[in-house]
């Protein structure tokens, strides 16, 4: 298992080299030169060459590319191209927030939407499972943004119940954490409530019942049990999607995390800034998912790892 | 219900074999139009469709552009003029959410239609002929799926530059490799199959056995994945509106719509609720019109 670990740590390298040079061939085929548009107003010409050389751009993409690599195996994230500061730096400070916001959700939305999900695959077609089934679909096309400012008018700006913006204290994560699982737990709840009843139809299911087991034993030990593997699987994808949800999230309760960051870097184009956070997220998108891989051998012990 | 159900799909089964593409939409659609949320769906997307690509015959693009404050926030039905209410700058709300909805639904379909036409060459190529193509298709997909997709697109657009085609580009490549997966296990799973090998020992060209012969047996949940992505496209073309990506002000776009209101939804709810409403429902019809196409085309993947 140690080995299967270690190998799948290995194999985040290939991935990241792969989504930064992707970025670097995509910025190469555009035209337009970052240090005109860096270079102040007055600049002349030779000054806007000095500028190029000293960010490295007179150089060849895969040159280029190289470098940035070398860099980063020193621990130097480069620098952001308007601010000139740290990008690691930045990043260090920021990284908490993001990932606190990304596990908690993660978390809450499986604590809500398994056992929500399960009980709707039991309760099938009887009133609470269209009503839970209604809210999924509700909660899953309401723009996670939208539902934020709502949270924040009706729970913050109006009440003054919870600080409207910014980090701090735990009460600055509960609307964040709400508006971006929401559509998670959504999403989580129906695929959970279609394993489930995959399951709950089977042959074992109903020889568990046969002999006399009752109805929680054979949902908790028999159905749920058996369904668990794709429902983690799909955790682990949805760990992926809360990242991706709180880039807008971070945006409308200005926390200072790294999903900001990326968004101000995108304004302006910021390469130095966009590549790196794209790298961070990467990684921690593939420590989670190892993790959860890893998972299976807890839920499901017929699961080798070679 | 069911054993009846499991009858007709047997029946419809057995009548395919001889009918021909007129008779297979008739069976499709019949399909289709049992299930009630599914037309509903349908009829509520086209009506939003179909109000934003006539919005020039509904109202002038100058009502959703042109600013005059003496107009500002009047409320919905107040006024015969501004059946929505108008906006900080005396702006048409109708007219701005309908004119954007033809960007947010427009960009929506072209992402979708270039995703699935991307999806199906690169899977395609990939499942058909395999080896070391295969090898770094699949290995370019993981990678791409490797990270949130909004923040792949974000990067993406970043370095293509501002403007909504960069947009529609880059959440296309967002789409692909999904979309290329599927069409990839689809393929492998039929390469082999006997009525590809018979086309291909009577000569058949690798072109047309693609075309012909795999294709048309794989399009049913490549077109129910296709719609099932649509919701999601337009809430991310959505987010980032909202986040001022890609579209310039002040071109109306649902999400920007939202981010220009913000600091006035407090005080005129309506600001908010026109502009989100119009998203929420588009997406919730196409998710009931993609499982209404799930049920219709592929009814094994009905549960």
Known sequence: MLKYALKRILLLIPTVLGITLFIYFIMSLVPGDPAAMLAPQEATAEEIEALRVSMGLDKPMLI??????????QGDLGVSWFTKKSVAAELVNRLPYTLTLGVMSTLIASIISIPLGTLTAVKHNTLADY?????????????????????????????????????????????????????????????????VLDVIRSDYVRTARAKGAN???????????????????????????????????????????????????????????????????????????????????????RVKYE | MSEQMKASA??????????????????????????????????????????????????????????????????????????????????????RV??????????????????????????????????TVDTVIMRVCDMLMAIPGTMLAMAIVAALGAGLDKLMISLSIVLMPAQARMVRAAIMNLRNAEFIEAARTYGTKNARIIFKHLLPNIMGPLIVSTFMSLGTVILCIASMGYLGIGIQAPTPEWGSIISENQSNIRYYAYLGYVPGIFIMLSVLSLNFIGDGLRDALDPKMKN
């Open chain 1, 64 to 73: 280029q590319y190289l470098r940035y690599i070398w860099n980063v195996l």
């Open chain 2, 98 to 131: 309908l004119y954007g909805g033809r960007i947010s639904l427009g960009a929506g379909l072209a992402t979708v239609a270039i995703a699935f036409l991307g999806g199906i060459v690169l899977g395609g190529v990939s499942g058909y002929f395999g080896g």
């Open chain 1, 215 to 301: 109805e929680v034993t054979v949902v908790m030990k028999h159905a749920l049990r058996n369904a668990l593997l794709p429902i983690i699987t799909g955790l682990g994808s949805s760990f992926a999607g809360v990242l991706g949800g709180s880039v807008v999230i971070e945006t409308v309760f200005a926390i200072p995390g790294v999903s900001t960051y990326l968004t101000t870097a995108v304004g302006v184009r910021d390469m130095p800034i966009i590549t790196g956070c794209i790298m961070v997220i990467s990684i921690f998108v593939g420590i989670v998912n190892l993790l959860i891989d890893l998972l299976y051998s807890v839920i499901d012990p």
């Open chain 1, 131 to 195: 009503v839970v089934t209604f809210l999924c679909l509700f909660f899953s096309a309401m723009p996670n943004f939208w539902l934020a400012i709502l949270l924040q008018i009706n729970f913050s700006l109006n009440t003054g119940w919870l600080p409207a913006f910014g980090m701090g204290t735990p009460a600055h994560y509960v609307m964040p954490v709400i508006a971006v699982c929401a559509s998670s737990i959504a999403s989580n709840t129906r695929s959970t409530r279609t394993w």
């Open chain 2, 10 to 95: 047997k029946s419809d089964r057995v009548s395919r074999l001889k009918s021909t593409s007129k008779g297979r939409f008739r069976i499709f659609w019949k399909r289709y139009s049992r299930n009630k949320l599914a037309m509903a769906g349908l009829v509520v997307f086209m009506i939003i469709l179909i109000a934003s690509f006539a919005a020039p015959l509904i109202v002038d693009y100058s009502a959703a552009i042109k600013q005059k404050i003496s107009n500002k926030f009047i409320q919905p039905g107040s006024s015969a003029d501004h059946f929505l209410g108008t906006d900080q700058f005396g702006r048409d709300m109708m007219a």
